[in-house]
């Protein structure tokens, strides 16, 4: 049975930082990885998708990393502002359902 | 081209009603998915539905839960007899086929139960 862990639960970082956020699963049997980001009470925005054949993807001041063997992913972000302020969810697909790890509750400070 | 529309996008039923959660998948889409958020917990899939099938409901409570995707207009997420404990952020999510690789997801329909 597929699991998401993401580490740390919340991190809260001065602005300007860059900071690097992580996901691990526990079946390397993917299709594709996704990162999303919800604002509270809001509802999903994607970030990035990593189709199981790649490496990373990188949006921005955003980059997705994805390796398939250890079972982890990471979302560095670049040059933090408090705009970045969100929960950032990573979510699997081993099977056409999306299996989600608890997310990061990320706090920039100005 | 539209995104994936929810609606209502709060509802607010008293212990006994039924729910009932619309989803108008994005065009050319004909596979939907639903996500239930309890709060302070992580998403959860419910079920797969493409046209006129149910593909997986493992997700599903055993009762009072029911969805479906008619030939025409949304998916609908029905919920009787609703209690406290079905407070929460239902999402729904479509693609145009199977193993297509991204899922887009709708704003969401936040429930609450009184």
């Known amino acids: 049975k597929q699991e998401v862990t993401q580490i740390p639960a919340a991190l809260s970082v001065p602005e300007g930082e860059n900071l690097v956020l992580n996901c691990s699963f526990t079946d390397s049997a993917i299709y594709n990885l996704q990162w999303f980001r919800q604002d509270p009470g809001k509802g999903l925005t994607s970030l990035l998708l990593?189709?199981?054949s790649q490496r990373e993807q990188t949006s921005g001041r955003l980059n997705a990393s994805l390796d398939k063997s250890s079972g982890r992913s990471t979302l560095y972000i670049a040059a933090s502002q408090p705009g970045d302020s969100a929960t950032y969810l990573c979510?699997?697909?081993?099977?056409?359902?999306?299996?989600w790890g608890a997310g990061t509750k990320l706090i920039i400070k100005p | 081209n539209a995104g994936v529309m929810q609606n209502p996008r709060h509802l607010v039923r008293r212990r006994g009603q039924e729910a009932r959660l619309r989803c108008s998948p994005m065009k050319g889409h004909s596979h939907v998915y639903w996500y239930r958020q309890l709060p302070e917990e992580g998403l959860k899939f419910m079920v797969y539905?493409?046209?006129?099938?149910?593909?997986?409901e493992s997700g599903m409570p055993k009762e009072r839960f029911s969805a479906e995707f008619p030939k025409e207009g949304p998916s609908i997420l029905r919920i009787q007899q609703v209690v406290r404990g079905d407070s929460a952020a239902y999402f729904c999510?479509?693609?145009?086929?199977?193993?297509?690789?991204?899922?887009?997801f709708g704003p969401g329909t936040r429930l609450t139960v009184t």
């Open positions: 539905l493409q046209k006129e099938n149910i593909i997986d």
């Open positions: 990593i189709q199981s």
């Open positions: 999510a479509s693609s145009p086929r199977d193993r297509f690789p991204e899922q887009y």
């Open positions: 979510a699997v697909d081993s099977n056409y359902q999306l299996i």
